[in-house]
């Protein structure tokens, strides 16, 4: 399991083509998978703010809207009327006109992940490990397993335990003031006794 670490995450927005640079930041905010970022405005429901489609084993998936989802989904309005995530063709093709909007496929992502890689000088970092990145974080943030396993569309929770490595700082810190704390009752304890 691997998070973005440092600067990576600045360095690959530097890096990012502008027209997937939608997709990318919509891919690291929401934590899902990369096919279930290849969105339809029809799995958007703006009113329930929700994002609703078909995924991994037929299984619905569902992620929230927020307020950051909104914005990187609004960049996207009118580029296409089916697809939400869109690229600019660089030259025409059978099926691409050169400088009109395409919609992003699964090929077109893997192949501008490698490219968006190497340019930002990022090593060992799969497209998948956004979700491992999201996850981790938001494990850190919240130590609520349950809320982690719901945001990442897990089905059985024994999935999300792979993320409990995150609480092991927390916890060697944790035990760290424990440890302080029982030194300075004992140096204090000692002192008092000695002063009667």
């Known amino acids: 399991m691997r ?4 600067d990576e ?13 939608p ?3 919509f891919a690291r905010a929401s934590g899902i ?3 279930e970022c290849l969105l339809k405005w029809s799995e958007v429901d703006w009113n329930a703010r929700r994002i609703t489609k078909r995924g991994t084993g037929g299984r619905t998936v569902s992620a929230p809207i927020t307020d950051e989802i909104e914005a990187i989904l609004r960049r996207s309005i009118g ?11 660089l030259r025409t093709r059978e099926d691409r006109v050169r400088g009109r909007r395409c919609p992003v496929t699964f090929s077109g992502v893997k192949t501008q992940w490698r490219r968006l890689r190497a340019r930002a000088g990022v090593e060992g970092f799969r497209f ?6 999201l ?6 943030e919240t130590g609520n397993l349950k809320l982690v396993q719901k945001a990442l569309n897990h089905s059985n ?40």
């Open 79 to 89: 580029h296409d009327p089916e697809h939400v995530f869109t690229y600019v063709a």
């Open 9 to 21: 995450a600045d360095a690959l927005a530097l890096a990012v083509r502008p027209d997937y640079a």
């Open 3 to 6: 998070e973005l670490r440092g």
């Open 135 to 140: 996850g981790t974080k938001l494990l850190r």
């Open 157 to 196: 929770v024994k999935t999300t335990t792979r993320y409990a490595h995150a609480l092991d700082d927390e916890v060697t810190d944790a035990l760290s003031v424990v440890h302080a704390n029982q030194k300075s009752r004992k140096k204090s304890h000692n002192d008092d006794r000695n002063v009667g």
């Open 23 to 25: 997709f990318f930041a």
């Open 33 to 35: 998978r990369l096919r």
């Open 128 to 133: 998948h490990d956004f979700r491992h990145d």
